[in-house]
């Protein structure tokens, strides 16, 4: 044992000599609950929003990923701080300071983008039901609806579905490195060009807007 770690040990009572190494199993056990959440945000509205932005207007609204991020951050960021040093829901928080007035029209808010963003990701399951068995998205998404109804009022299937998601989220990656592959890769010039010319093609602001939804929640 070093010296340094002869000090930590005295100091706190830690050993880093008498901690085990996790295996590579173990490590995706604990990791596995941060994969499906991010399976989560990167749900199937967003996937297949984010494939009708790059199929119609290629990489011109690549830049909405600037805003998007600093916007995403900023809120994330606030949130923890504020619940942090209140001890309080964020909603809760604002009630407190700002009133029922502002605290009702943030639950608003957030309620209504939580439902956009919902529905985004029961229309995206609907299209990849139509793109796998060829059945129509309407009728796919209901069927997804009907699975997840069963699912949340079964007992005990939480960590059989996270096995499952987890998967199929690590089949998703594999999936999307591979397609890259295959298609020779980004046209680095076109990415740039649209990183730094901004700009909002005729007809997609909708889609755009759809895209900003999904990627800040």
């Not at 509205?45 to 790059?54: F, L, V």
């Not at 504020?82 to 605290?103: D, F, N, Q």
Request: charged share 10%.
């Amino acid at each position: 044992m070093t010296e340094n770690n002869k000090n930590l040990g005295g100091i706190d009572g830690f050993d880093p000599s008498k901690v085990n190494k996790l295996s590579a199993k173990e490590i995706l056990k604990r990791v596995g609950p941060g994969i499906v959440l991010t399976g989560v945000v990167i749900g199937p509205g967003n996937i297949t929003t984010s494939a009708m932005i790059g199929a119609n207007y290629g990489y011109s609204l690549i830049w909405l990923i600037i805003p998007i991020l600093i916007m995403g951050v900023t809120f994330m960021l606030t949130s923890y701080r504020i619940s942090m040093l209140t001890g309080m829901p964020i909603l809760h928080a604002i009630r407190h300071y700002y009133g029922k007035v502002a605290s009702g029209f943030c639950g608003v808010a957030l309620f209504l983008s939580c439902l956009f963003f919902t529905l985004g990701n029961i229309s995206g399951t609907g299209a990849g039901m139509n793109l796998v068995f060829g059945i129509n998205w309407k009728l796919g998404a209901l069927i997804m609806l009907a699975v997840l109804t069963v699912l949340y009022f079964s007992k005990g299937v939480y960590s059989k579905v996270e096995k499952g998601i987890l998967v199929c989220i690590i089949a998703m990656i594999f999936a999307f490195y591979a397609t890259l592959v295959a298609t020779g890769g980004p046209d680095w010039g076109a990415m740039g060009h649209g990183l730094t010319h901004w700009s909002v093609p005729e007809g997609s602001l909708t889609t755009a807007l759809a895209i900003s939804v999904q990627m800040q929640l």
